[in-house]
């Protein structure tokens, strides 16, 4: 099998034109191959007026090394399939347990469950069926529950997202968390575009079906189970304490634990703090959700071929470095978790708080797009030194955008020309509002500090010369987005454990080693893969 990168290729091609083109490069007749496949694909939109494909494929030829030695192009290689090899474990004489069930916990419990080792997962929240019914509710009246909500149940926060899969991570058990959510019944298509998604509404069963295949393989869920304590001994760990919604409390017995719990499970930061692990501030974003028309966004990405079928809705990616004066300066500005024709969500875990994220479907099919605007924050930023200061800095910027919104979790919203001009925002223009439960015309000065506002603006304008249009009068800021990543890190070492605990096993986004679907899957998968090395040491 060869693969053969970089292959320029026009918006409506088809898989002849893809064959045809391979056998080019390969300098042979069609009739050589047996079989072209894409690999990959991805979408060049730097001249507006030629916007077209990248395709990378793979082919099976006839005399395929002869073929590779009289060719001298570095962009044609032998293929290296990926296969994923489970780590050799007798059981282990404790089962594991694994605290979170969203992307690190749910691909660390497949891991252990496909190794032999029955792993007992705690998740405070619902399944996902539950959530989302959950989650709905809160959106149509207002009525937040703590314990199930976007930010707590099965699948974790980025169930109710973009469900974005693409990652800077360069690790190859990526492919892997690929390959398992296909067998899941995620679309095929996610392992070859370049920048792959399943979308809100797809990715709840996928995680239902990895779910039902951990039980199979003889894996327990337990479901409304928050773990509340750790029992520990000569610095190991020996034990969880857990508590059901009912009230009742349980112990397991367990020589390892994968902390998964998510950025937003303060309560469990401060029982590892009250425990004595050692944790510390880390730095992380703040700022709003900003929202446009999705047809502007596609004008400006692909110019003429802005709604042909083959491309869909436009995204972007956007980040700038402030000038080394004034109030803002030298802060980073960038968008983050950006949702082509999505929506943007209310994503509060806490009473009287406001938080905003953003979500869209597989078809990605919605009348606007938005993304995160977000300021970087460093523990400098918080106040005090306290290991959980950042958590304190969240609360206050949620509780003041809860109070400007007028209750009832509605979120303040800012026309983008208002914004900039520093003033509060009296109606709305052409760009209607997707966050539910409702919105409140504000000034997002009264929620978020001026040092970051005036971040925002700055990085806005600098922005709409990148993209033509950011900077759009009647686009909409949505605030507070709050929980981009973990406040806090959790200390570990190089294998996998806590610094402070043995057996205890720090992992994914709430433990400060992850940001996004992708790299915490990963994270899990490793955290697992150590679980069973360290219990042969």
Not at 74 to 100: D, M
């Amino acid at each position: 099998m060869l693969r053969i990168a970089e292959i320029p290729m026009p918006l409506g091609f088809t898989q002849d034109d893809l064959r045809r083109q391979a056998a080019r490069r390969l300098k042979v007749p069609e009739s050589a191959l047996s079989r072209v496949s894409l690999y990959r694909k991805s979408v060049d939109a730097r001249k507006k007026n030629d916007v077209h494909f990248i395709c990378t494929v793979e082919a099976e030829v006839e005399g395929e090394k002869r073929v590779l030695s009289r060719l001298r192009d570095s962009k044609i290689q032998q293929a290296k399939p990926y296969e994923y090899h489970l780590p050799h474990c007798e059981p282990l004489a404790q089962r594991p347990v694994i605290a979170g069930f969203g992307p690190a916990g749910l691909f660390a419990a497949l891991v252990l469950a496909q190794a032999g080792q029955k792993p007992i997962v705690l998740e405070r929240g619902a399944p996902v069926e539950e959530r989302s019914r959950a989650v709905e509710h809160f959106w149509s009246t207002g009525e937040l529950n703590p314990e199930n909500n976007v930010q707590f149940g099965e699948g974790g926060a980025g169930t109710f997202s973009d469900g974005k899969l693409n990652t800077g991570t360069k690790d190859p058990r990526a492919r892997k968390v690929l390959e398992e959510f296909v067998k899941a019944g995620a679309p095929e298509q996610i392992l070859t575009d370049a920048k792959p998604h399943i979308g809100t509404d797809r990715l709840p069963g996928a995680v239902k079906a990895i779910r039902e295949t951990i039980i199979r393989l003889g894996g327990e869920v337990h479901f409304h189970t928050t773990l509340t304590g750790l029992q520990m001994q000569e610095g190991r760990l020996t034990g969880v304490m857990a508590r059901k919604s009912t009230g009742e409390e349980c112990i397991i017995e367990t020589g390892s634990l994968i902390l998964a719990v998510g950025h937003s499970a303060r309560d469990t930061f401060s029982m590892l703090y009250d425990a004595g692990l050692h944790l510390e501030a880390k730095s992380f974003s703040v700022g709003a959700r900003i929202e446009h028309p999705q047809g502007l966004i596609n004008k400006a990405q692909y110019g003429p071929a802005a709604g042909h079928p083959a491309l869909g809705a436009a995204d972007y990616k956007l980040a700038v470095h402030l000038p080394e004066n004034g109030i803002a300066a030298g802060r980073g500005v960038y968008t983050f978790c950006m949702c082509p024709g999505g929506f943007v969500v209310a994503a509060a875990s806490e009473q009287g708080r406001v938080v905003t994220n953003g979500m869209s479907c597989f078809a990605r099919d919605g009348q606007n797009a938005n993304a995160a605007l977000l300021v970087g924050v460093s523990p400098e930023d918080f106040g005090s030194e306290h290991p959980l200061a950042g958590i304190e800095f969240q609360r206050k910027l949620e509780e003041a955008a809860f109070r400007v919104g007028g209750g009832g979790y509605r979120a303040p919203v800012q026309r983008v020309e208002d914004f900039l001009q520093n003033r509060a925002s009296t109606h709305l223009g052409d760009v209607h509002p997707t966050y539910r439960p409702g919105v409140t015309p504000s000034n997002l000065g009264d929620c978020l500090p001026e040092v970051i506002t005036e971040a925002m603006r700055q990085g806005i304008q600098l922005m709409d010369r990148r993209l033509h249009g950011f900077a759009y009068p009647d686009a909409l800021l949505t605030g507070t987005e709050t929980r981009s990543s973990s406040p806090v890190r959790i200390l570990r070492d190089e294998s996998c454990q806590s610094v402070s605990l043995r057996g205890f096993y720090p992992c994914g986004e709430g433990a400060g080693y992850a940001g996004g679907i992708i790299s915490a899957a990963v994270d899990g998968i490793r955290c697992a893969e150590m679980v069973m090395e360290n219990s042969k040491r």
